[in-house]
């Protein structure tokens, strides 16, 4: 089984910045594309940005130039760095990973979600 595991949520300042972290355990034989999406209440899960095994990126338009994600392959780890954040970005925020097992079985796995709140 794999796990997904992040941490670096909080309460931050309009302004402020906050490094979110995720880190992918278990039976693993590669990881593809990871990534990083956010859910308001009340509002549907979206795609904060993601990151392919070999470093292409994809931002949504609302973080570009703010916010960065990277990934560390040996330590199958992947990193959002927030900066500028605003009230907008108050949300869960829930890490992606796409898969493939020892068996070449490919899936999507999703971490437990960690709470990013920008106060104003």
């Known amino acids: 089984q794999v796990q997904l595991v992040e941490s670096g949520g909080g309460l931050v300042q309009a302004g402020g910045s906050l490094r979110l972290s995720c880190a992918a355990s278990g039976i693993i034989f590669s990881i593809n594309t990871m990534g990083w999406y956010r859910q308001a209440p009340g509002k549907q899960r979206e795609l904060v940005a993601t990151i392919t095994d070999v470093g292409i990126t994809n931002y949504a338009d609302s973080v570009k130039g703010r916010f960065t994600i990277s990934r560390d392959n040996v330590k199958r780890t992947v990193y959002l760095q927030m900066n500028s954040l605003k009230p907008e970005d108050t949300a869960a925020y829930y890490c992606?990973?796409?898969?493939?097992?020892?068996?070449?079985?490919?899936?999507?796995?999703w971490g437990q979600g960690t709470r990013v709140t920008v106060s104003s």
């Open positions: 992606n990973a796409n898969v493939q097992s020892v068996t070449f079985r490919i899936r999507d796995y």
